[in-house]
């Protein structure tokens, strides 16, 4: 069945330092994928997400590319903050499809 | 309102006892999804609403677990005879529409069976 891994955190930065977050999937069809983040306190928000291979998603500075001949979705930020500190999701779901299969989550803390 | 709204936001019962967890989505999100979330864990699908129906419950752990939409909008996730293993944040979200657009999450119910 479809499956997500991801990096095991946590993962302790200092600020402007690079992130990277990698996240492998299983998965049959074209799933699109996405990275969703929760902040302290807050609800999952999506983040940023591709929905076929080569595709490149972005937002507030973080990137994630669609990789389908690794089956891979890793989150990219050049440099990171202290309000990036949060939990880091992959997730994909199949085309045009509702249920979203999410990864286990990576635990990012930014030190200033 | 603004956002998806979960209540109670922290819920704790005795095992055995019958809880109910209310998800009130964004208006006019025909799409409606409960996930639970263990500690340490993704959240994990539980079941989709299409409207009032449930088009796929198949995340649905046993037959304690069940779910209701009646008008298309506000959800209601109810657990008998709770077990120590139902602990968890069960999270609701909503999408305007099934399968296409983001879906919105609400902050979840700490579920916390003693």
């Known amino acids: 069945g479809n499956s997500v891994t991801q990096m095991e955190g946590p993962v302790t930065l200092s600020e402007e330092a690079f992130l990277t977050i990698n996240c492998t999937y299983t998965?049959?069809?074209?799933?699109?994928l996405f990275w969703y983040v929760q902040y302290p306190g807050e609800g999952l928000q999506l983040l940023l997400k591709?929905?076929?291979?080569?595709d490149k998603g972005s937002n507030k500075g973080f990137e994630a590319t669609y990789r389908k001949e690794t089956t891979s979705f890793h989150l990219e930020k050049g440099s990171v903050q202290v309000s990036d500190s949060a939990v880091y999701f992959c997730?994909?779901?199949?085309?045009?499809?509702?249920?979203?299969?999410f990864g286990a989550g990576t635990r990012l803390f930014v030190k200033a | 309102g603004a956002g998806v709204s979960q209540t109670p936001s922290n819920k704790v019962t005795e095992k055995g006892k019958y809880v109910e967890l209310r998800c009130d989505p964004i208006?006019?999100?025909?799409?409606l999804y409960w996930y639970r979330q263990s500690l340490g864990q993704g959240p994990e699908f539980l079941i989709y609403?299409?409207?009032?129906?449930?088009?796929?419950d198949s995340g649905l752990p046993n037959d304690r677990f069940f779910a209701v939409r009646p008008e298309g909008s506000v959800s209601t996730l109810k657990i008998q005879r709770t077990e120590r293993g139902d602990s968890a944040v069960y999270l609701c979200?909503?999408?305007?529409?099934?399968?296409?657009?983001?879906?919105?999450f609400g902050q979840g119910t700490r579920l916390t069976v003693v």
């Open positions: 979200a909503s999408s305007l529409k099934g399968g296409e657009g983001e879906a919105f």
């Open positions: 998965a049959t069809g074209y799933p699109s």
């Open positions: 591709a929905t076929k291979a080569d």
């Open positions: 997730a994909l779901s199949n085309t045009g499809g509702f249920k979203t299969i």
């Open positions: 208006s006019g999100h025909t799409a």
């Open positions: 609403f299409q409207g009032t129906g449930a088009a796929d």
